[in-house]
């Protein structure tokens, strides 16, 4: 059985071909569900809008019980898939807080900038690139009152100590690429990997941006879950396409249409000062095509320009070849935040059942918050305590939600719109035939199961 963390052979070719092959024909976006996702997200506790009763802190966001569940199966999944499943890749955890020397070593204290813009008539601020006309202000929809673009920096500053001033100054870090770059060597030496090999981070990251909007899509403070790829140099560029593939295909894998995805190569002009190429994946958002996750082939930059600020060695030496090189970086970067909110909108589906109307999310179970719930068809203690007792075996293996409130038809409607994909019904017969309903969420369909046989067949089901 081939490696899965193997460059396959069919990879080998030019990217540029390649991509085109994956982009789907252009779809026409839903707007309403935009409303939708964000009611259904305050209703059933997945996001809230942060310190609410303070009258709301803008573009910061608190993940409920439900959110914090399906935003940890996310990550879950994503570490599970770069990390857990290959032997090129190694974890990391770096630090927030970062002295200066870090960031302008890494460009971003001169070209970490947005062109901001403000408008005289109506004092809106706007991000110049983001205009659809140059001139004209979308607020008011004035034009000719803007002014001109002026660079603005999206990195927070603080300071460190009990002593404010240029030598106490620090950043919270905008990306969390960095902290993989400058602990290169450190991994390299601890885990003696060669290679190509990988360095993954899951971490918030934070920026200041000039126009957050769009619910949970860009906010000042996000999750970010990285991964730098150091390969030979002259391995880049099938690496690069590897990634390219591999991570568009994470995405169709865990449950979002193909016709709701594209990877699109960035043009030249777009491209970011350290890339030698870069393609993102897009999703087809309720506003249109905007991007999940960027892979760039950074090149030797950033190793480069941390040596040579910090004064450190960042090359590897072959001992079989006998050649000293700078390893090129492949950086597949995506937002868990806004991947978690893709997901929401790729599983969300209203449909009608008899007179009423079923919403429901056809999540994948690795993203569902819960993956069972336990449902008593009676409060009495004839059956909730039993139901207790198998929600509690169920819970030592997968997240196992209980409630025996309200009628069954209304739980299952509950269960349905969180995207819990089975509900464990004990009712009065399971005290006679030891067996219970398992009902499945997306074809409705009910079957009888013994009680001795629940885990095993949700396994057969959850675990694959």
């Given at each position: 059985?081939?490696?899965?963390?193997?460059?396959?052979?069919?990879?080998?070719?030019?990217?540029?071909?390649?991509?085109?092959?994956?982009?789907?024909?252009?779809?026409?976006?839903?707007?309403?569900?935009?409303?939708?996702?964000?009611?259904?997200?305050?209703?059933?506790?997945?996001?809230?809008?942060?310190?609410?009763?303070?009258?709301?802190?803008?573009?910061?966001?608190?993940?409920?019980?439900?959110?914090?569940?399906?935003?940890?199966?996310?990550?879950?999944?994503?570490?599970?898939?770069?990390?857990?499943?290959?032997?090129?890749?190694?974890?990391?955890?770096?630090?927030?807080?970062?002295?200066?020397?870090?960031?302008?070593?890494?460009?971003?204290?001169?070209?970490?900038?947005?062109?901001?813009?403000?408008?005289?008539?109506?004092?809106?601020?706007?991000?110049?690139?983001?205009?659809?006309?140059?001139?004209?202000?979308?607020?008011?929809?004035?034009?000719?009152?803007?002014?001109?673009?002026?660079?603005?920096?999206?990195?927070?500053?603080?300071?460190?100590?009990?002593?404010?001033?240029?030598?106490a100054e620090v950043y919270l870090r905008p990306e969390t690429a960095q902290g993989m770059f400058i602990n290169y060597a450190n991994v390299q030496y601890t885990t003696r990997k060669k290679p190509p090999f990988g360095i993954a981070q899951i971490g918030k990251s934070f920026r200041n941006e000039?126009?957050?909007?769009?619910?949970?899509?860009?906010?000042?403070?996000?999750?970010?879950?990285?991964?730098?790829?150091?390969?030979?140099?002259?391995?880049?560029?099938?690496?690069?396409?590897?990634?390219?593939?591999?991570?568009?295909?994470?995405?169709?894998?865990?449950?979002?249409?193909?016709?709701?995805?594209?990877?699109?190569?960035?043009?030249?002009?777009?491209?970011?000062?350290?890339?030698?190429?870069?393609?993102?994946?897009?999703?087809?958002?309720?506003?249109?095509?905007?991007?999940?996750?960027?892979?760039?082939?950074?090149?030797?930059?950033?190793?480069?320009?941390?040596?040579?600020?910090?004064?450190?060695?960042?090359?590897?030496?072959?001992?079989?070849?006998?050649?000293?090189?700078?390893?090129?970086?492949?950086?597949?970067?995506?937002?868990?935040?806004?991947?978690?909110?893709?997901?929401?909108?790729?599983?969300?589906?209203?449909?009608?059942?008899?007179?009423?109307?079923?919403?429901?999310?056809?999540?994948?179970?690795?993203?569902?918050?819960?993956?069972?719930?336990?449902?008593?068809?009676?409060?009495?203690?004839?059956?909730?305590?039993?139901?207790?007792?198998?929600?509690?075996?169920?819970?030592?293996?997968?997240?196992?939600?209980?409630?025996?409130?309200?009628?069954?038809?209304?739980?299952?409607?509950?269960?349905?719109?969180?995207?819990?994909?089975?509900?464990?019904?004990?009712?009065?017969?399971?005290?006679?035939?030891?067996?219970?309903?398992?009902?499945?969420?997306?074809?409705?369909?009910?079957?009888?199961?013994?009680?001795?046989?629940?885990?095993?067949?949700?396994?057969?089901?959850?675990?694959?």
């Open positions: 059985m081939k490696s899965e963390w193997e460059v396959p052979a069919t990879l080998k070719r030019s990217p540029r071909v390649l991509l085109k092959l994956r982009c789907p024909s252009m779809t026409t976006p839903d707007p309403g569900l935009f409303d939708k996702i964000v009611n259904l997200s305050k209703r059933r506790g997945i996001v809230y809008p942060s310190a609410e009763i303070y009258g709301g802190f803008r573009s910061t966001y608190d993940y409920g019980p439900i959110g914090v569940l399906m935003l940890r199966n996310v990550k879950d999944a994503w570490w599970r898939s770069m990390v857990q499943m290959r032997q090129d890749v190694v974890g990391l955890d770096a630090s927030i807080l970062s002295p200066p020397a870090v960031w302008e070593a890494s460009g971003h204290l001169s070209n970490f900038t947005d062109p901001l813009v403000d408008c005289r008539n109506c004092g809106a601020r706007h991000r110049q690139d983001k205009l659809k006309k140059k001139d004209l202000c979308p607020t008011c929809g004035v034009s000719g009152e803007l002014t001109e673009p002026r660079n603005f920096n999206l990195m927070f500053k603080t300071t460190a100590g009990p002593v404010e001033g240029a030598g000039i126009t957050p909007g769009n619910f949970v899509f860009r906010t000042r403070e996000f999750e970010q879950m990285e991964m730098e790829f150091f390969v030979p140099p002259a391995e880049a560029p099938q690496w690069y396409e590897y990634w390219c593939q591999t991570r568009l295909q994470w995405y169709i894998d865990h449950g979002i249409p193909t016709d709701q995805l594209m990877l699109r190569p960035h043009e030249d002009d777009e491209l970011s000062h350290y890339s030698l190429g870069t393609s993102d994946v897009e999703y087809l958002f309720p506003w249109g095509w905007d991007e999940l996750e960027g892979i760039a082939n950074r090149g030797d930059f950033d190793l480069t320009q941390h040596a040579k600020a910090a004064g450190a060695k960042l090359e590897y030496y072959d001992q079989v070849t006998k050649e000293r090189y700078t390893p090129y970086v492949i950086e597949p970067a995506a937002g868990a935040t806004r991947t978690m909110m893709a997901f929401l909108m790729a599983a969300y589906e209203e449909e009608q059942v008899n007179d009423d109307t079923r919403t429901v999310l056809r999540l994948h179970h690795r993203i569902a918050p819960y993956k069972v719930a336990v449902l008593p068809l009676s409060k009495k203690p004839e059956l909730s305590g039993p139901a207790t007792e198998l929600a509690n075996e169920l819970s030592g293996r997968w997240m196992c939600d209980y409630d025996q409130t309200q009628a069954i038809g209304k739980r299952y409607r509950r269960q349905d719109e969180i995207g819990t994909p089975f509900c464990v019904t004990y009712d009065f017969e399971t005290l006679e035939d030891k067996s219970v309903t398992i009902r499945e969420r997306d074809s409705m369909e009910q079957v009888r199961i013994p009680l001795d046989a629940v885990r095993g067949w949700l396994a057969e089901r959850l675990d694959e």
